[in-house]
Each structure stands twice: as structure tokens, then as C-alpha cells.
């Protein structure tokens, strides 16, 4: 994996935790809004937050779509992270175990370790 590939699946997994959680924040404020207490509203301040974060989210994803050559279903499942409640945490630690991977299989080929 090149330093272009890596640094863009690493900007995609650290914006795809708070946008996970911005996600989750907006949700649960709505739902008191109108459930619980109809004066509370926190949805001016939150979804221009939630707005941003997931605006970069899609930036990042498409350009790490482009960079890593995922496979569509790959690129959809990482957008379908950005659209339900939490994803965000799924994809981070998907992404986190693909580089871990990526720094294994890495190290055994400059160590020359085959694959039996």
C-alpha cells in the first residue's frame, strides 16, 4: 500500500468515529425533541455539525474508494456506515483492522516470509 492509499484510509477512519457519534447525539436530541420535551432543540446547533463531519466523511470515502480500488460492494458498505446511527464506529474499526493487516503483510514481505 503506498503512503497516498494509506494516508486516505486514515483520514476516513478519523473523521468516521465523530461523525458516528454526531450521528448518534442528533439522533438521540431529536427523538427528546419531539417525544419527550418539545422545547428542547438542539438540532440547530447539532445538524450543522453532523452536516460537516459527514460532508468530509463522503470526501474521504470517495477518495479512498479511488485510492484502496475497492470493489463496489466494499465502497457501498463503507457509505452504508455514514447513513446508519453508529456506523461510523463499524467502519473505523474495519478500516483500523485493514491497516494493521496491511502493516503485517508488509513487514513479512520485507522479512521475506511466504505464504504457505
Given at each position: 500500500m503506498d503512503l497516498k492509499t494509506a494516508t486516505a484510509l486514515r483520514r476516513l477512519r478519523l473523521v468516521s468515529v465523530p461523525e458516528g457519534a454526531s450521528w448518534i447525539i442528533l439522533l438521540v436530541c431529536t427523538i427528546i425533541?419531539?417525544?419527550v420535551?418539545?422545547?428542547f432543540d438542539a438540532a440547530p446547533v447539532l445538524g450543522?455539525?453532523?452536516g460537516v463531519l459527514f460532508t468530509f466523511y463522503v470526501i474521504f470515502w470517495l477518495d479512498?474508494?479511488?485510492r484502496a480500488k475497492w470493489?463496489?460492494?466494499t465502497g457501498a458498505l463503507y457509505f452504508a456506515y455514514s447513513i446508519i446511527p453508529g456506523g461510523g464506529f463499524f467502519?473505523?474499526?474495519r478500516l483500523r483492522r485493514e491497516a494493521e493487516d496491511a502493516v503485517i503483510?508488509?513487514?513479512a514481505r520485507k522479512e521475506g516470509v511466504v505464504n504457505a
Open positions: 425533541k419531539y417525544g420535551d418539545k422545547g450543522p455539525i453532523h479512498a474508494w479511488n470493489s463496489k460492494g467502519a473505523e474499526r503483510a508488509s513487514r
